[in-house]
T-cell receptor, first 116, second 115 residues
Framework: GQQLNQSPQSMFIQEGEDVSMNCTSS?????WLWYKQEPGEGPVLLIA?????ELTSNGRLTAQFGITRKDSFLNISASIPSDVGIYFC????????????????FGGGTRVLVKP | NAGVTQTPKFQVLKTGQSMTLQCAQD?????MSWYRQDPGMGLRLIHY???????DQGEVPNGYNVSRSTTEDFPLRLLSAAPSQTSVYFC??????????????FGAGSRLTVL
C-alpha cells in the first residue's frame, strides 16, 4: 500500500527561527493536506494543496506541493512557543476514491518542541 | 456548531470487557471515520463510512465494529478489549474538496487504556 515518510520525526525550535519539515510518498498524490495536533486535541487542518508546484501560506506557515507530486514541504517562519505540537501531512490520490472510500494516507508526524 | 463530539474522553477497561466509543457530528457530513493514534505510528484508519447504512474496513479493523444508522452518529464498538487496543481514538467527519479528497474534521479524541 501507499506510504508517507515524514521527517524529521521531531525537532526543537527556538523562538524566532524558521523551521521546515517534509513528506515523501512512494506514489503520486493529487492533494496534500497539512494538519497540526496540539496536546489533548484532535488534528486541525492548516493548509490544503491541489496541484504540483503550488505554494500556499496560512499566516507564518507556508506549504508547497512538490513538482514530482510525491512530496510536500511545510515551513514555519519566526517560530513562537505556541507552534509546539505534532504536524501531520496527509495525501490523497484519485485511485483512493474507488479503492478505499476516499481515505487519506497520513505521515507519521513531526513533533515540534521548544528548546529548553 | 459543535463539530465532531466524542465521548468518553478517557476510559479504562479490563481485558475482555466491551465498550462503545460514541461519535456525533452536526455538519451533515456524509463521510465519517475512526482512527487510532499510537506513538510513532501516526494515524491509522480503523473503519469508515461513506453514508448512513454503509461502512467498510480501514487498515486496522480487527477487534472493532461500527454501524451508521444515521448521518450524525458513528459509534465504534470494542467487543472484547485487549491490551493492544490501548490507544487514543479519533473520530472524524469530512467534506470533499474539488480534487476529490476528503478534508477531515477531527474530534478531541478518546484515550482508552486496557489493563
Amino acid at each position: 500500500g501507499q506510504q508517507l515518510n515524514q521527517s524529521p520525526q521531531s525537532m526543537f525550535i527556538q523562538e524566532g527561527e524558521d523551521v521546515s519539515m517534509n513528506c515523501t510518498s512512494s506514489s503520486i498524490f493529487n492533494t496534500w493536506l497539512w494538519y497540526k495536533q496540539e496536546p489533548g486535541e484532535g488534528p486541525v487542518l492548516l493548509i490544503a494543496l491541489y496541484k504540483a508546484g503550488e505554494l500556499t501560506s496560512n499566516g507564518r506557515l507556508t506549504a508547497q506541493f512538490g513538482i514530482t507530486r510525491k512530496d510536500s514541504f511545510l515551513n514555519i517562519s519566526a517560530s513562537i512557543p505556541s507552534d509546539v505540537g505534532i504536524y501531520f501531512c496527509a495525501g490523497f490520490d484519485l485511485f483512493m476514491i474507488k479503492a478505499a472510500g476516499n481515505k487519506l494516507t497520513f505521515g507519521g508526524g513531526t513533533r515540534v518542541l521548544v528548546k529548553p | 456548531n459543535a463539530g465532531v463530539t466524542q465521548t468518553p474522553k478517557f476510559q479504562v477497561l479490563k481485558t475482555g470487557q466491551s465498550m462503545t466509543l460514541q461519535c456525533a457530528q452536526d455538519m451533515n457530513h456524509e463521510y465519517m471515520s475512526w482512527y487510532r493514534q499510537d506513538p510513532g505510528m501516526g494515524l491509522r484508519l480503523i473503519h469508515y463510512s461513506v453514508g448512513a447504512g454503509i461502512t467498510d474496513q480501514g487498515e486496522v479493523p480487527n477487534g472493532y465494529n461500527v454501524s451508521r444508522s444515521t448521518t450524525e452518529d458513528f459509534p465504534l464498538r470494542l467487543l472484547s478489549a485487549a491490551p493492544s487496543q490501548t490507544s487514543v481514538y479519533f473520530c472524524a467527519s469530512s467534506y470533499r474538496l474539488r480534487s476529490g479528497a476528503n478534508v477531515l474534521t477531527f474530534g478531541a479524541g478518546s484515550r482508552l487504556t486496557v489493563l
